[in-house]
């Protein structure tokens, strides 16, 4: 992982959070930014929003008053923990140094499951400076798994159904395609079935640009008129158009394929919806 230190300064601790972000996409890592109690913390948050917007693993670290003095007006005393409820995968303040490697085990843990995404961690003055008994430790081993998460064959089954007989059938995959390695799973379904591909956000690069079925310049056109689109792992947003006239026609069948099963059927009806 990305570690950027920031101990004071506003333009730098915004910087540090948008460097961790960036770094997480360029690795498809985690990167992991250090900042501050205080401003350092609130200048940070633009950065987080941007890495939950765009679902990148990242992890911010924010220092904090002294356990003993809270809530007595320390130095940069505030809230923060709750300041990243809403734009984080997980937000919390980790209580004393014994239990530091089991909060960030699961920080990684819940940055890199299922759609990544921003965790925020509070650590405290004492809690940082305070020493642990090493016989008290747990070191956490093996503290996550790599699995990928199975389609339901039925599912597939039915968005096999909509392809065999469709006439104009297209593909639109994104960012999280990258996220999840997944560019030759791509490249084997499209020359397979033989169906034209489009990518946006940090999809594109998921097929080389001289692959025959990797399309650019057309999108508008090929995407409002197919019989059957697959949706794959990109979200029903403003890029999209949020799947409704005239980027994509009220006719065609969609096959939408996503880790997040919320975003199913999110702003667009779809005939078939496969979590995976």
Known sequence: ???GMVLG????????AHAADAYARVTRGVGVAVVTAGPGV??????????????????????????????????????????FHRISKWSDRVPSPELVPLYLAKAFRVALSGRPGPVFLELAWDVLCNGADEASLQMPERYRTDARQAPDPRKVDEAMALLKPAERPAIIAGSSLYWDGAWEALR????????????????????PAGHPLFF?????????????????????????????????SAESKIVQVD?????IGRNRRVEVGIIA
């Open 42 to 83: 609130t200048d940070a948050l633009t950065g987080v929003a941007n890495a939950h917007a765009a679902s990148s693993p990242m992890i911010l670290l924010g220092g904090a008053a002294p356990i003993f003095n809270q809530s007595r007006g320390s130095l940069q005393e505030m809230e923060q923990v709750d300041l």
């Open 188 to 207: 084997r379904f499209c020359e397979t079935a033989q169906v034209p591909v489009y990518l946006n956000g940090a999809g594109r690069g998921c097929l």
């Open 216 to 248: 650019q310049h057309t999108r508008k056109e090929a995407l409002s008129g197919p019989d059957v689109v697959f949706v794959i792992r990109t979200p029903f947003d403003f890029r999209l158009n949020y799947g409704s006239e005239p980027t994509f």
């Open 1 to 3: 992982a990305f570690v």
């Open 259 to 263: 880790i997040d099963p919320t975003e």
């Open 9 to 16: 300064g506003a333009s730098p601790t915004e910087a540090a």
